[in-house]
């Protein structure tokens, strides 16, 4: 065993964390994807969350935070080598003008707690999946709302491994932006929200109908991670905007299959696989017509393929999208332990590069 891995362990044992040995990513990702990590340490409060990572700084041995994996891309490639889980770090209280909430928190659970004290302004969060960490690192939102709305304080770690205070001003919230996204040296712990009452019968039925509109325009069946990328209007709006042929064929194309009788008719079953096969003729995409889903052209859709394969998906959709597109996901090409492919991992590094 290598001594960082004994050494890591020794203190491990000694602050009573727990951890797992070799954990495998492929069936406990979101996205199952990628191999293993060799340490996936799982802190049960703030204070032992703190003492690992001061212990691994000052050991130079590096490490990954994470959360719920719901936005990342594993190589399948390459061992890992220490990855730090927030999942048991979710506890909640409430005051009468605020709600402190720790990194690990489940963002639905935050919702219906929310909503079952007549809580509003969360509603448009439901069903993304995720914890409160990633949220607030790549300000999540749906529907007019993100999780920055309600914000007024978020604690973290810096780079000296001490906790601090940062206010709203402070975390430079933007569209999918925050103060963590540039300084990777700060790491989220909580978060205090404001609290505003709202109508018991209005948040039901908004969190009803964000529920339902979620689980019936994006895909469930294969493993995913949601949208790839961010941007103003839809995918297929996007595309068009650089070729002029394709913009009058989509706009005919909404204009027969997407008006709004057809769209109520096809509420129940909604798809996209007309605008799908117009992007596979007119952008040279059918090649990848096995790698998205046929709700979205913006969702790869994972059966079983190497990390490769998605890659190439990824990194050619955002070309034709340009650079207004935001990429989401996170494509996890540090923190390795070894290369146990290397083939696999030269192609994943090319097309990245």
């Given at each position: 065993?290598?001594?960082?891995?004994?050494?890591?362990?020794?203190?491990?044992?000694?602050?009573?964390?727990?951890?797992?040995?070799?954990?495998?990513?492929?069936?406990?990702?979101?996205?199952?994807?990628?191999?293993?990590?060799?340490?996936?340490?799982?802190?049960k409060?703030?204070?032992?969350?703190?003492?690992?990572?001061?212990?691994?700084?000052?050991?130079?041995?590096?490490?990954?935070?994470?959360?719920?994996?719901?936005n990342?891309?594993?190589?399948?490639?390459?061992?890992?080598?220490?990855?730090?889980?927030?999942?048991?770090?979710?506890?909640?209280?409430?005051?009468e003008?605020?709600?402190?909430?720790?990194?690990?928190?489940f963002?639905?659970?935050?919702v219906?707690?929310?909503?079952?004290?007549?809580?509003?302004?969360?509603?448009?969060?439901e069903?993304?999946?995720?914890?409160?960490?990633?949220?607030?690192?790549?300000?999540a939102?749906?529907?007019?709302?993100?999780?920055?709305?309600?914000?007024?304080?978020?604690?973290?770690?810096?780079?000296?491994?001490?906790?601090?205070?940062?206010?709203?001003?402070?975390?430079?919230?933007?569209?999918?932006?925050?103060?963590?996204?540039?300084?990777?040296?700060?790491?989220?712990?909580?978060?205090?929200?404001?609290?505003?009452?709202?109508d018991?019968?209005?948040?039901?039925?908004?969190?009803?109908?964000?529920?339902?509109?979620?689980?019936?325009?994006?895909e469930?069946?294969?493993?995913?991670l949601?949208?790839?990328?961010?941007?103003?209007?839809?995918?297929?709006?996007?595309?068009?905007?650089?070729?002029?042929i394709?913009?009058?064929?989509?706009?005919?194309?909404?204009?027969?299959?997407?008006n709004?009788?057809?769209?109520?008719?096809?509420?129940?079953?909604?798809?996209?696989?007309?605008?799908?096969?117009?992007?596979?003729?007119?952008?040279?995409?059918?090649?990848?017509?096995?790698?998205f889903?046929?709700?979205?052209?913006?969702?790869?859709?994972?059966?079983?393929?190497?990390?490769?394969?998605l890659?190439?998906?990824?990194?050619?959709l955002?070309?034709e999208l340009?650079?207004?597109?935001?990429?989401?996901?996170?494509?996890?090409?540090d923190?390795?332990?070894?290369?146990?492919?290397?083939?696999?991992?030269?192609?994943?590094?090319?097309?990245?590069?």
């Amino acid at each position: 065993m290598d001594k960082w891995l004994e050494a890591v362990d020794s203190f491990l044992k000694e602050e009573c964390i727990p951890s797992l040995h070799d954990f495998n990513l492929k069936s406990n990702s979101y996205s199952k994807t990628g191999y293993e990590v060799k340490r996936y340490i799982m802190p049960k409060t703030i204070e032992q969350l703190v003492s690992i990572i001061r212990f691994l700084r000052l050991n130079e041995i590096q490490f990954k935070v994470i959360g719920e994996m719901t936005n990342i891309l594993f190589l399948d490639s390459v061992i890992y080598g220490t990855f730090i889980s927030t999942k048991f770090l979710n506890r909640i209280s409430f005051t009468e003008v605020n709600c402190s909430v720790e990194v690990g928190k489940f963002l639905p659970d935050l919702v219906r707690e929310f909503a079952m004290r007549g809580y509003t302004g969360v509603e448009g969060l439901e069903g993304i999946p995720g914890g409160i960490g990633g949220a607030i690192f790549m300000n999540a939102g749906a529907y007019g709302y993100t999780v920055s709305d309600l914000i007024d304080r978020v604690e973290c770690i810096d780079k000296n491994s001490n906790l601090i205070w940062l206010t709203k001003e402070e975390l430079e919230f933007a569209k999918r932006e925050s103060i963590f996204k540039k300084n990777n040296s700060l790491i989220i712990t909580r978060a205090v929200f404001n609290l505003n009452i709202g109508d018991e019968k209005d948040i039901y039925r908004k969190i009803e109908t964000y529920h339902i509109a979620r689980h019936s325009y994006q895909e469930w069946v294969y493993p995913n991670l949601g949208s790839i990328y961010t941007f103003d209007g839809s995918v297929y709006d996007q595309l068009s905007k650089s070729r002029k042929i394709f913009r009058i064929k989509f706009f005919i194309l909404k204009f027969l299959f997407f008006n709004k009788l057809i769209r109520l008719i096809r509420r129940k079953n909604p798809s996209n696989r007309i605008l799908n096969r117009l992007v596979e003729l007119d952008c040279s995409f059918s090649e990848y017509k096995d790698l998205f889903s046929h709700k979205n052209l913006n969702t790869f859709l994972n059966k079983n393929y190497a990390s490769h394969v998605l890659l190439s998906f990824i990194f050619r959709l955002g070309r034709e999208l340009g650079d207004s597109a935001i990429l989401e996901n996170e494509i996890l090409i540090d923190y390795i332990y070894k290369i146990i492919n290397q083939e696999e991992y030269e192609k994943c590094m090319s097309i990245i590069n």
